[in-house]
C-alpha cells in the first residue's frame, strides 16, 4: 500500500496513526502541500478533490478521505480495533471524532487559509484568530463530552478513532498557538499517546519528508 500525504497534514497523520496502531507497514509518498502539488494533475488525476491523504492498494485501488481509510483500515486490519462494538459508545466516538473531522479541522484547512486571505484580505494575526477561534469552540465541547468518562482515553482505555483524529489537531492547536489550559482531559490523552511508541512513529517530524 501507499500513502500519498504530507508530513504535517493532520489528516495524513490521522492515518499514519491508525498505520502505527495496527502495526500495517506502507509506502509513503510526500505530496508537497506548501508547494501546492496537491493541485498538480498527477495527483488530481488520482484524487479529484486535490486533499490528502490518500491510500493506494496493492491492486491500485485509491482511498480518499481519512476517517473512510481509517474505517477501511479497521475493517482490514482489526486488531487493534478502532472502535468499540457496543453501538452507543461506538456512535459517541465517531461524533467526537466528527467534530475535530468535520466541524474544526474543515475550516482551518490550508485553501480555506489561502481563501480568506486572497478574498477577504485576512492577515496572519486574521488568520491566527480564526483558526483558534474554531479550535477552541470544538475542544470546549469535547473537555464538556469527556467529563461523563473517568477513562484514560475519551471514552475508553485505550487509544481507538478518535485519539487517531484528536493527536494531529492538538499538534495543528500549537501551530496556531491555542492556549490548552482550559483543556485538561484534551492535554491528558494527548500526552498518553504521545508516550506511546505508535503515535511516536505517526509525528510530522519523524516522517520522511519532514524537513
Ligand atoms: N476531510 C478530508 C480533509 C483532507 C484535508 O483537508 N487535507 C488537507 C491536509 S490536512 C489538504 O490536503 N489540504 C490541501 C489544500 O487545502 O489545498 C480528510 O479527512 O481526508
Known amino acids: 500500500m501507499i500513502l500519498h500525504g504530507y508530513w504535517r497534514s493532520s489528516a495524513s497523520y490521522r492515518v499514519r496513526i491508525a498505520l502505527a496502531m495496527k502495526g500495517v507497514k506502507v509506502k ?4 508537497n502541500l506548501r508547494d501546492g502539488a496537491q493541485t498538480d494533475p498527477a495527483y488530481t488525476e488520482k484524487n479529484p ?29 482489526p486488531e487493534p480495533s478502532l472502535m468499540p462494538s457496543e453501538p452507543i459508545l461506538r456512535s459517541k466516538i465517531l461524533a467526537a471524532s466528527m467534530i475535530i473531522a468535520a466541524d474544526i479541522h474543515p475550516i482551518q484547512n490550508l485553501s480555506v ?63 496556531f498557538d491555542v492556549d490548552m489550559a482550559a483543556f485538561p482531559k484534551l492535554r491528558a490523552i494527548n500526552d498518553a499517546c504521545l508516550a506511546r511508541e505508535d503515535f511516536q512513529l505517526a509525528i510530522p517530524d519523524n516522517q520522511p519528508d519532514a524537513p
Open 28 to 31: 509513503q509518498v510526500a505530496v
Open 113 to 175: 487559509l489561502k481563501y480568506i486571505r486572497g478574498e477577504f484580505d485576512a492577515d496572519d494575526a486574521d488568520v491566527k484568530t480564526w483558526a483558534q477561534h474554531w479550535i477552541l469552540k470544538g475542544f470546549n465541547a469535547l473537555e464538556t463530552l469527556a467529563k461523563d468518562y473517568n477513562t484514560p482515553f475519551l471514552m475508553t482505555d485505550r487509544p481507538m478513532f478518535f485519539e487517531c483524529c484528536l493527536i494531529p489537531q492538538v499538534y495543528n492547536a500549537n501551530r
Open 49 to 77: 478533490q486535490g486533499y490528502l491523504p490518500m491510500l493506494e492498494l496493492d491492486d491500485g485501488t485509491q482511498l480518499i478521505q481519512s476517517l473512510a481509510i481509517l474505517d477501511y483500515l479497521d475493517a482490514t486490519f
